[in-house]
């Protein structure tokens, strides 16, 4: 069993997976980035504020580590969508798309092989 990362590297952004865990599978999230490196994630965030929950993850994408953003805590898909054009310019030019949390929770068990209790 993979150990649970803390925080990230540099900016020792804490990884949101238990938080993640704790969201009602029925609601979603919107995925503002993905990166293939923890740099990348790193920067953007440095760069941004976020004045809704978001989460910090590390999954894997074809073997490698890949680093997700989500923002925000959704009841249902068209909340995400709609608050979409709420988000600062800077969030919306990422073509954030929702994501609903079941799945991601889905991928955090299984990279981390636990049931999330």
Same mark, same amino acid.
Request: avoid cysteine; glycine fraction near 4%.
């Given at each position: 069993m ?5 925080a990230?590297?540099?900016t020792?952004q804490p ?5 993640? +865990?704790k /969201?009602?599978?029925?609601h979603y !999230? +919107?995925? /503002?980035?993905?990166a %293939? &490196?923890?740099?990348? &994630?790193?920067? *953007?965030l440095a760069?941004? !504020?976020? !004045?809704?929950?978001?989460y910090v993850?590390?999954?894997? %994408?074809s073997?490698?580590p890949?680093? +997700? &953003?989500? /923002?925000? @805590?959704?009841? @249902?898909? @068209? @909340?995400? %969508?709609?608050s979409v054009k709420?988000?600062?310019v800077?969030?919306r ?5 929702? %994501?609903?949390? /079941?799945?991601?929770?889905q991928?955090?068990?299984?990279? *981390?092989?636990? !049931?999330?209790?």
């Amino acid at each position: 069993m993979q150990s649970w990362p803390k925080a990230t590297a540099k900016t020792k952004q804490p990884y949101g997976y238990m938080a993640l +865990l704790k /969201v009602p599978p029925q609601h979603y !999230s +919107l995925q /503002v980035l993905g990166a %293939r &490196l923890e740099a990348t &994630l790193e920067a *953007f965030l440095a760069e941004h !504020s976020f !004045s809704q929950p978001y989460y910090v993850i590390q999954l894997e %994408r074809s073997g490698e580590p890949w680093y +997700l &953003l989500l /923002v925000g @805590d959704y009841a @249902d898909i @068209d @909340d995400a %969508r709609n608050s979409v054009k709420t988000l600062p310019v800077a969030l919306r030019n990422q073509q954030p798309w929702p %994501r609903q949390v /079941v799945k991601i929770q889905q991928q955090i068990r299984n990279k *981390f092989n636990t !049931s999330g209790e």
